[in-house]
């Protein structure tokens, strides 16, 4: 009798133990759905009813400014033969009333490109890193003289080496 009324103190004790664990299991699920329908409501749901969208102008094309054709002569070992490097620029400007600003500014854009080209190697002209190089520092130079303008890149209509 004493081993029966062990069992059964011991099955009351560890009844009510599972009883927790399954309600603390339930509500915790019940928490999870509850906080997923609310994820998946706020994502996908929130403000969708009257919502208006401005529509964004379509963005404008941009500008270009010819910059005159350059030939310069490029820096060579004393007795070799002289190489030359001839370009055609393009600088690329991002709205049209800039082009009026930065157009009386191309002689001196002119002179900084050719101070600067002068003191080029032909190895320095080596493959597309080259290129890349050159129309970096062109960018750079031109935006320190049409400053506060701003030009977006320089294009390359024309590189030849001879």
Not at 27 to 54: I, N, P, S, T
Not at 82 to 106: F, M, R, S, T
Not at 108 to 123: A, G, K, N, W
Request: net charge neutral.
């Amino acid at each position: 009798m004493a081993d029966e009324e062990k069992t059964e103190g011991g099955e009351g004790a560890a009844a009510p133990k599972k009883g927790k664990l399954k309600l603390i299991i339930a509500v915790v699920g019940f928490l999870v759905v509850l906080g997923a329908g609310a994820g998946g409501w706020f994502f996908f749901m929130r403000g969708h009813g009257e919502e208006q969208h401005a529509e964004a102008p379509p963005p404008k094309p941009p500008s270009f400014v010819d910059v005159p054709d350059m030939l310069v002569n490029l820096v060579g070992a004393p007795g070799e033969r002289v190489q030359y490097l001839k370009l055609k620029l393009v600088l690329e400007i991002k709205e049209e009333k800039q082009v009026e600003a930065i157009k009386p500014a191309l002689p001196r854009v002119t002179d900084l490109f050719q101070t600067y080209m002068r003191e080029l190697r032909p190895s320095d002209l080596n493959g597309s890193a080259g290129l890349f190089r050159l129309k970096e520092e062109l960018t750079k130079r031109v935006n320190l003289a049409v400053a506060p303008n701003q030009v977006n890149a320089v294009l390359f209509k024309e590189v030849v080496i001879q």
